[in-house]
């Protein structure tokens, strides 16, 4: 596909390791049943890029290592301008000089969740600071204007198998996820801001339509969205195109979030199930 990617700036963005958030000890299940366990935040030793979305007992669990600028104003940057695929080095702590990639955005809790080699998140502490190379933002498909791009770095995009014919692209996908499981973060007008959530309370109707084998860093398509100018954007034939991010929830209206990558308002993008979708087989 033609881009824009010459003129896409690459901007530096940093944050820091985020301390794990414990805002109620209990948080309650779709039948009111009161759970104890983890959330968002700090160095998810045990939880990675391409491990299941159902994989951990708790809430929103963050994949990998959760970042974070303190200044809310320069976080909303760190934040906007990171994208899936961009290169983050750390520059302190025991493990500084080593590299990362950028997998997912968290809204709400506005994190960015960095993929590390299991040997340097063992080496890695809270605080530990972080740069990110910000490259994504303003890329634009030159044969296929309706499209809006967000949140990938072009470079990714480049290696992912897309097929162009007929005036459309087909995008390769782990799922395709109705419109109506779309829960959470829906109504944001700013997609470059974070994610929004896979409704899976419904356990019998996740696995009806193929969802409960979700990967973190699975490309998927929200079928009958137009996510072109904020997220949850019901629009009958559209086609958004997103990332899993971060772990399953127990509580209503939410599951496994997704970060929007690609969106068209005119059916233009086709996507096709292909078990070869996931970031990890990319970067």
């Known amino acids: 596909m ?18 794990p958030l414990r805002r109620s000890p209990f948080r309650l299940e779709v039948d009111g049943t009161p759970r104890l366990f983890p959330g968002t935040g700090g160095i998810t030793y045990n939880f990675a890029l391409g491990d299941s979305a159902f994989k951990m007992v ?17 976080n909303a940057a760190y934040v906007g301008y990171s994208c899936i695929g961009n290169s983050a080095t750390l520059i302190s702590g025991d493990a500084k000089g080593e ?3 950028v997998i997912g955005k968290h809204g709400g809790i506005n994190h960015v969740l960095i993929h590390f080699k299991e040997d ?3 080496k890695m502490a809270i605080g530990d600071k972080i740069q990110v190379v910000g490259f994504g933002q303003g890329l634009v498909l030159e044969d296929y204007p309706s499209i809006r791009v967000y949140n990938i770095d072009p470079e990714l995009l480049d290696r992912i198998p897309v097929g162009e014919g007929d005036g459309k692209i087909h995008f390769p996908v782990r799922a395709i996820v109705p419109g109506y499981l779309m829960g959470s ?5 700013d997609p470059s801001g974070g994610d929004y959530d896979i409704i899976t309370n419904d356990r019998a109707l996740i696995k009806k339509v193929g969802l409960d084998r979700l990967r ?4 998927v398509a929200l079928e009958n969205h137009n996510d072109s100018f904020g997220l949850g954007g019901y629009m009958e034939g ?4 997103g990332v899993v991010v971060h772990g399953d929830c127990i509580i209503t209206g939410h599951g496994p979030g997704v970060t929007v990558v690609m969106a068209d308002g005119k059916g233009i993008i ?14």
Do not use: Q
């Open 185 to 189: 973060g829906s109504g944001s007008g």
């Open 238 to 241: 559209s086609v958004t195109i």
């Open 216 to 219: 973190i860093g699975d490309f």
């Open 2 to 19: 033609r881009t824009n990617k010459a003129s896409v700036v690459k901007i530096s963005v940093s944050g820091e390791v985020a301390h």
């Open 99 to 101: 590299k990362g990639i």
């Open 58 to 74: 708790g809430d929103h669990v963050e994949p990998d290592v959760s970042t974070k600028n303190p200044d809310n104003d320069k």
């Open 120 to 122: 340097i998140k063992k």
């Open 270 to 283: 086709i996507p096709e199930i292909s078990e070869k979708s996931n970031v990890i087989d990319f970067i």
